[in-house]
Nanobody, 123 residues
Framework: RPMESGGGPVETGGSLRLSCDFS????????LAWFREAPGKQHEWVAA????????SYSDSVKGRFTLSQDSARKQLYLQMNSLTPDDTAVYYC??????????????????WGPGTQVTVSS
C-alpha cells in the first residue's frame, strides 16, 4: 500500500511537504490522491492527479495554498502545503485507485490507503 511521510508540527503561516511512496504499484493508469481527516470532521478529499499525467485538481479549501506534484519515475507523490492554518490540522492520507475508468478529478472512492501522517498547525 502507499506510504506517507513528512507530517509534523508547524506554526500558522508555515509550510510542510508531504510525500507518498507508491512504488509498489505497477499499473500504467492510476488515480493518486490526498485526503485528510480532522478530529470531529468528515473525511475530506484534498487533491488528486492521474499517474504521469498533467491533470491536477484541488478542493476549494486548499486551492492556491497546496500544490500536488509527482515524480512518476520514482513513483513518489508530493503535497506542498503553504500558508497553513489550524484548520489544516488533520491526519493526511495518500490514496491509490488503480485502473480507474473515471476522471481522477471526480472519483472519491479509492481502493488503497496509506496509514496516514499527522499534520498539526498551531496558532
Amino acid at each position: 500500500r502507499p506510504m506517507e511521510s513528512g507530517g509534523g508540527p508547524v506554526e500558522t503561516g508555515g509550510s510542510l511537504r508531504l510525500s507518498c511512496d507508491f512504488s509498489e504499484y505497477s499499473y500504467a493508469k492510476m488515480c493518486l490522491a490526498w485526503f485528510r481527516e480532522a478530529p470531529g470532521k468528515q473525511h475530506e478529499w484534498v487533491a488528486a492527479t492521474d499517474f504521469g499525467g498533467p491533470e491536477v485538481s484541488y478542493s476549494d479549501s486548499v486551492k492556491g495554498r497546496f500544490t500536488l506534484s509527482q515524480d512518476s519515475a520514482r513513483k513518489q507523490l508530493y503535497l506542498q502545503m503553504n500558508s497553513l492554518t489550524p484548520d489544516d490540522t488533520a491526519v493526511y492520507y495518500c490514496a491509490v485507485e488503480p485502473d480507474s475508468f473515471f476522471s481522477c478529478a471526480l472519483i472519491r472512492q479509492y481502493e488503497d490507503w496509506g496509514p496516514g501522517t499527522q499534520v498539526t498547525v498551531s496558532s
